[in-house]
């Protein structure tokens, strides 16, 4: 079957830096998305890799190991504001522009003062 | 650009009742998705659509029709609601291109309640 496994919740504090994890097995892969979202809003896209390698955008960083079916959203310099829920997402299928997304069930960050 | 706008935010319908969900996005986007979240949940894919006039079921499509009459528009709606779509539902539109249709873009959501 079609999977992704993330941790389903992560404490951290303001400052610091934390690593959340994604493995998947699906019968696909043309990539791997990370979404933020905040309690009772929208999901908001963060970071897409479809390579193997390490992706920076401002604090936040994004691996992929195609290898290894495993990647990594890295939150550094940890703000309140990133207090929010993180999901994986494999792009399992894309046809035509269509692309068909598997997310997994979401990790939820607490970070504290 | 406003984005991708859903209407109602929230609705509670009875048992048995059918409903709407509005749907629409100024980005010109092809693509357009409808998903539901249930609590502590990722999202579930119900119907897409690669553009006007062509829809297709994703996972979760039982309960569900949708329409696609233009670029902008992409409604969903519940026949004969039962307690089971009691969810969040969003809607979500992307590009066209491989090279820039992996990111999706999300509205605020519909909270729906069946009782």
């Known amino acids: 079957g079609q999977s992704l496994e993330q941790p389903s919740e992560v404490t951290a504090v303001e400052g610091a830096i934390v690593q959340i994890n994604c493995t998947y097995q699906t019968s696909g892969f043309y990539g791997l998305s990370w979404y933020q979202q905040h309690d009772g809003g929208a999901p908001t896209f963060l970071s897409y890799n479809a390579l193997d390698g390490l992706e920076e955008t401002g604090r936040f960083s994004s691996f992929l190991s195609r290898s290894d079916s495993y990647g990594y959203l890295l939150l550094q310099e940890l703000q309140m504001k990133d207090s929010a829920s993180y999901f994986c997402?494999?792009?399992?299928?894309?046809?035509?522009?269509?692309?068909?997304?598997?997310f997994g069930a979401g990790t939820r960050l607490a970070v504290h003062p | 650009n406003a984005g991708v706008t859903q209407t109602p935010k929230f609705r509670i319908l009875k048992i048995g009742q059918s409903m709407t969900l509005q749907c629409t996005q100024d980005m010109n986007h092809n693509y357009m998705y409808w998903y539901r979240q249930d609590p502590g949940m990722g999202l579930k894919l119900i119907y897409y659509?690669?553009?006007?006039?062509?829809?297709d079921k994703g996972e979760v499509p039982n309960g569900y029709n949708v329409s696609r009459s233009t670029t902008e528009d992409f409604p969903l709606r519940l026949e004969l609601a039962a307690p089971s779509q009691t969810s969040v539902y969003f809607c979500?539109?992307?590009?066209?291109?491989?090279?820039?249709?992996?990111?999706?873009?999300f509205g605020p959501g519909t909270r729906l309640t069946v009782t």
């Open positions: 979500a539109s992307s590009y066209s291109t491989e090279a820039n249709s992996y990111e999706q873009y």
């Open positions: 997402a494999v792009r399992d299928e894309y046809a035509g522009g269509y692309n068909k997304l598997i």
């Open positions: 659509s690669v553009g006007a006039g062509i829809t």
